[in-house]
């Protein structure tokens, strides 16, 4: 693999990574399986390719995150208020943003940046000639290191202890007075706005955005997050909040890397949902496999020992 193609993958995992991030909060932490995903990425693709084409690159990506923030809010409402089940309600809202996605695109299917400026673009105009070519990789690492650090921080305060909890025990968070349905509504918005960030940052380096741009973006976030778990689990011994985020990103950028590694050894396009489905389940059975062995390995030296 060229080092321009793995350049490329590294760019695409950074941005991935957000999802990765977003699914650690919402699925790791608040322990809810948020559909929504699939919806506001593409949600926030839109919002931010609508700006960027309209001349505001940089207003695009806010935009992106404070519609990912409703989406999410949405979401929220329906599990705290409605009492909807968690799956069925980000079901719910992911279907409705269909239709919404393809308001805030103008009733296109597709809209593309051609010929506009993005922050990309913007960035790469402003670094010294030599690093041009690195420009999107810096731009999305800047972006990803500066969400990542906001997520440490904010799960370290007293709110996001709050959040935490409301995941481990909800009974408990009642009990201390903290009101879990607010609580909740703070972790999906803030989960669905990096995911919508993501999106919006993905329209601006493809320079398009479509409808089905979403589609199995919870496959993609959530084999990253867990080939982050995976690789966190080999290197650290006591894993924490640090660990997972860095996990995460650094587990986003693996899965870009494996994706580009299968087309460059000329796998069909049509069958990278097989891949990523192979992927996933790899991740997912690693510690059981990895159990298995050292559990045979224990029989075995204990028949060796019992034999001499």
Same mark, same amino acid.
């Given at each position: 693999?060229?080092?321009?193609?793995?350049?490329?993958?590294?760019?695409?995992?950074?941005?991935?990574?957000?999802?990765?991030?977003?699914?650690?909060?919402?699925?790791?932490?608040?322990?809810?399986?948020?559909?929504?995903?699939?919806?506001? *990425?593409?949600?926030?693709?839109?919002?931010?390719?609508?700006?960027?084409?309209?001349?505001?690159?940089?207003?695009?990506?806010?935009?992106?995150?404070?519609?990912?923030?409703?989406?999410?809010?949405?979401?929220?409402?329906?599990?705290?208020?409605?009492?909807?089940?968690?799956?069925?309600?980000?079901?719910?809202?992911?279907?409705?943003?269909?239709?919404?996605?393809?308001?805030?695109?103008?009733?296109?299917?597709?809209?593309?940046?051609?010929?506009?400026?993005?922050?990309?673009?913007?960035?790469?105009?402003?670094?010294?000639?030599?690093?041009?070519?690195?420009?999107?990789?810096?731009?999305?690492?800047?972006?990803?290191?500066?969400?990542?650090?906001?997520?440490?921080?904010?799960?370290?305060?007293?709110?996001?202890?709050?959040?935490?909890?409301?995941?481990?025990?909800?009974?408990?968070?009642?009990?201390?007075?903290?009101?879990?349905?607010?609580?909740?509504?703070?972790?999906?918005?803030?989960?669905?706005?990096?995911?919508?960030?993501?999106?919006?940052?993905?329209?601006?380096?493809?320079? *398009?955005?479509?409808?089905?741009?979403?589609?199995?973006?919870?496959?993609?976030?959530?084999?990253?997050?867990?080939?982050?778990?995976?690789?966190?689990?080999?290197?650290?011994?006591?894993?924490?909040?640090?660990?997972?985020?860095?996990?995460?990103?650094?587990?986003?950028?693996?899965?870009?890397?494996?994706?580009?590694?299968?087309?460059?050894?000329?796998?069909?396009?049509?069958?990278?949902?097989?891949?990523?489905?192979?992927?996933?389940?790899?991740?997912?059975?690693?510690?059981?496999?990895?159990?298995?062995?050292?559990?045979?390995?224990?029989?075995?030296?204990?028949?060796?020992?019992?034999?001499?």
């Amino acid at each position: 693999m060229s080092a321009v193609l793995l350049r490329g993958a590294a760019e695409q995992g950074l941005i991935y990574s957000l999802v990765a991030l977003a699914l650690y909060l919402s699925y790791r932490t608040l322990n809810i399986a948020d559909l929504t995903v699939d919806g506001s *990425f593409t949600l926030g693709a839109a919002a931010g390719a609508m700006l960027t084409s309209l001349g505001h690159p940089v207003l695009g990506l806010f935009a992106a995150a404070a519609a990912g923030v409703l989406a999410g809010m949405v979401t929220a409402l329906l599990q705290t208020e409605l009492k909807v089940q968690p799956i069925l309600a980000g079901i719910i809202t992911m279907t409705a943003l269909y239709s919404i996605n393809l308001r805030v695109m103008g009733n296109r299917s597709n809209l593309p940046l051609l010929r506009v400026e993005t922050v990309y673009t913007l960035f790469a105009a402003a670094l010294p000639e030599t690093l041009r070519p690195w420009g999107k990789f810096l731009l999305s690492l800047l972006i990803t290191a500066a969400v990542s650090a906001s997520l440490f921080f904010f799960l370290r305060t007293r709110l996001g202890l709050s959040v935490r909890a409301t995941g481990d025990n909800r009974t408990m968070v009642s009990a201390s007075s903290i009101n879990p349905a607010f609580t909740t509504t703070v972790g999906l918005a803030l989960a669905n706005a990096m995911v919508a960030l993501s999106g919006g940052m993905l329209a601006q380096y493809q320079m *398009f955005s479509e409808i089905t741009l979403g589609t199995g973006m919870v496959v993609i976030g959530l084999a990253s997050l867990i080939i982050g778990e995976v690789i966190a689990d080999l290197f650290v011994r006591s894993p924490g909040v640090g660990s997972a985020i860095l996990g995460a990103i650094l587990g986003a950028v693996v899965y870009r890397v494996i994706i580009a590694m299968a087309l460059s050894a000329s796998v069909s396009t049509s069958d990278l949902k097989l891949v990523s489905a192979l992927i996933v389940t790899a991740a997912i059975s690693f510690p059981a496999v990895r159990d298995r062995y050292r559990l045979f390995r224990l029989r075995k030296e204990a028949r060796r020992d019992a034999d001499a």
